[in-house]
């Protein structure tokens, strides 16, 4: 696994798609999922879509409560948008 928290690509998924996209290694539209280059995000926290190049980032835990860890990261680096 990439080490501080640096992905290549960040989806927003629910939480169930989430478990089932860990349980089955493929997320909701059919396409696999690969933990060391995706990172899951819940979609009602925002930030920026990936893919991000590959490079310097940021990564900064900013809370821990109940079950979710909360990450603030940032890249200045980012490629254009994938047509979804």
């Known amino acids: 696994m990439p080490g501080r928290g640096s992905f290549p690509e960040a989806t927003p998924v629910s939480d169930a798609d989430a478990v089932e996209a860990i349980r089955r290694s493929q997320l909701p ?3 696999a999922f690969d933990p060391r280059v995706t990172a899951l ?9 990936g893919p991000f190049q590959p490079g310097a980032s940021n990564a900064a835990v900013e809370a821990i409560d109940d079950g979710r ?16």
């Open 29 to 31: 539209r059919g396409v």
């Open 41 to 49: 995000v819940d979609p009602a926290e925002g930030g920026a879509a």
């Open 69 to 84: 860890i909360r990450v603030r990261v940032s890249d200045r680096r980012r490629l254009p948008r994938r047509q979804r």
